[in-house]
């Protein structure tokens, strides 16, 4: 793979790549706006009993917001249909895609589940299809491509003043995870708001259970098990006639430039959540992987990772996407009086059940302990920050978050341990530096070797 050798362009913006990532500031509460403090403790809590925010069912009406999608793939559209789902006065009216097949399909599913009209005019199909969306007329950009491109598409969307939601991850390599965040302060410097795709934060069950736990409820947070287990994902199988750049990008979940490998696409949320709870980023990365059932594309589909902090602690983090295997997604949180599932439970250190989420009996009328579909969350926030002149921006934590992920791919396709600074002062750059329908010379189809000629990807 590539490697950037960009550093004095980077510092020339004004990024010190040891200190513009510390911490999240954001992840403490992840739910839009500043959480208050009640005066009093309760139980066993040794801290002020954090306040929930509220999670608004519907963005506000106010003047109408056009939005425009780049990337048209099922992610893309998804995200198109759940912005208009967020609220009134509420447009689609443009679109952006590599593939004219891919933007037809968008096209026709937006006109059948919403009957949303797209007009051909602004229908914008090639690699620079993103800049055409952004100047459509748009207030909104919801970037839903491989995330290899995302920092690209960031940096414009902020250049021309638009909002912007994110799906995650943010970027694939340290250099996209560095112009993120640069592009990211520019936007709050413009009170644009930025909301991204990483879901558990803006989950009532989850925000209850991390409320709880940072108000102390199971003590101090001692470790973390976190686990991703599922089947495979799709395959795209190279046709005759496409170059290596369209076989690439139509099977791009397969290609660790495009997509990061899924520790960094998929396993982002899991991770996330840990991030969320600890709020600091650890300070090394140990990690196994390997391949054996994937049949196309150069990654792995199991990762193992040990993830060290600045005071000693250890967290454990697995996730693997093979079919025919048990499957398990669980988020453990581990403290010094008791543990918690992050999506609603929390146990002494005995293992009894001390306190569970109180979803709602199906076809109750009570909505207080509803859980909204996160996907339309998300844009409810995005809408709201928008039409009540708070801008709301959590890019910082999801640039933590994507590379810690990071810095476990890395560890696992080396075999070497990897630290935190080295990720943040990593050149690693992850595919070709053009974008053309053609070869991609120095990027083959078989997955890293640990403990031979390192490849960083």
Same mark, same amino acid.
């Given at each position: ?25 954001? &992840? ?6 500043? &959480? ?11 801290? @002020? ?10 963005? @506000? ?32 009216? &443009? ?17 059948? %589940? ?32 491989? @995330?290899?491109?995302? @920092? ?19 970027? =694939? ?21 930025? =909301?991204? +795709?990483? *879901? ?43 170059s290596d750049m369209e076989y690439m990008l139509r099977n791009w979940a397969n290609f660790c430039w495009l997509s990061g490998d899924h520790i960094v696409e998929q396993f982002i949320h899991e991770i996330d959540v840990m991030n969320w709870y600890l709020g600091k980023?650890? =300070? ?21 990772? %040990? ?44 293992? %009894? ?7 709602? %009996? ?23 920050? *928008? ?20 810095? +476990? ?42 403990? &031979? ?5």
């Amino acid at each position: 793979m590539e490697q950037s050798k960009n550093n004095n362009s980077e510092k020339k913006k004004g990024l010190d790549r040891r200190g513009f990532i510390s911490r999240s500031s954001l &992840a403490a509460i992840g739910a839009i706006g500043t &959480a208050g403090l009640l005066g009093s403790c309760s139980g066993k809590s040794r801290k @002020p009993e954090l306040k929930l925010p509220t999670l608004l069912n519907v963005a @506000p009406d106010g003047k109408l917001l056009k939005a425009g999608l780049i990337g048209c793939g099922g992610r893309g559209t998804g995200a198109a249909i759940n912005f208009l789902d967020a609220g009134p006065n509420l447009e689609i009216t &443009a679109l952006g895609d590599v593939f004219r097949d891919k933007l037809d399909q968008c096209r026709e599913q937006l006109k059948k %589940e919403r009957n949303v009209e797209i007009a051909e005019e602004k229908c914008f199909v090639g690699f620079d299809s993103f800049e055409k969306v952004i100047d459509s007329g748009v207030d909104i950009v919801l970037l839903c491509t491989p @995330p290899h491109f995302r @920092p690209a598409h960031v940096e414009a969307a902020v250049a021309a003043g638009k909002h912007i939601f994110m799906e995650k991850p943010c970027a =694939v390599d340290p250099v996209g995870a560095r112009r993120v965040m640069v592009a990211a302060k520019r936007a709050a410097d413009k009170e644009l708001s930025i =909301v991204s +795709g990483t *879901i558990r934060r803006v989950q009532k069950d989850f925000m209850e259970t991390q409320r709880r736990v940072a108000s102390g409820q199971i003590g101090e947070i001692v470790s973390a098990h976190i686990t991703r287990n599922g089947g495979s994902l799709w395959v795209i199988q190279r046709q005759k006639g496409w170059s290596d750049m369209e076989y690439m990008l139509r099977n791009w979940a397969n290609f660790c430039w495009l997509s990061g490998d899924h520790i960094v696409e998929q396993f982002i949320h899991e991770i996330d959540v840990m991030n969320w709870y600890l709020g600091k980023n650890p =300070v090394k990365a140990m990690a196994w992987g390997g391949r054996q059932r994937r049949v196309t594309g150069d990654q792995y589909d199991f990762f193992s990772v %040990e993830y060290i902090y600045d005071n000693g602690m250890h967290t454990h983090c697995a996730a693997r996407q093979i079919t025919g295997c048990s499957n398990l997604t669980e988020q453990f949180i581990v403290g010094t009086e008791g543990f918690a599932n992050a999506r609603g439970m929390i146990y002494n250190l005995k293992g %009894e059940e001390v306190w569970k989420y109180p979803y709602p %009996e199906e076809g109750s009328t009570d909505e207080t302990w509803k859980v909204k579909d996160p996907f339309v969350q998300e844009h409810i926030n995005l809408v709201t920050a *928008i039409r009540t002149g708070k801008p709301y921006n959590d890019a910082e934590a999801q640039v933590n978050s994507t590379l810690i992920t990071i810095m +476990g791919r890395m560890s696992a396709y080396t075999g070497k341990d990897v630290t935190w600074d080295e990720v943040l002062n990593s050149d690693l750059y992850l595919g070709p530096k053009t974008y053309e329908f053609g070869p991609v010379p120095g990027i083959p189809e078989t997955p890293p070797v640990i403990g &031979a000629e390192p490849k960083l990807g």
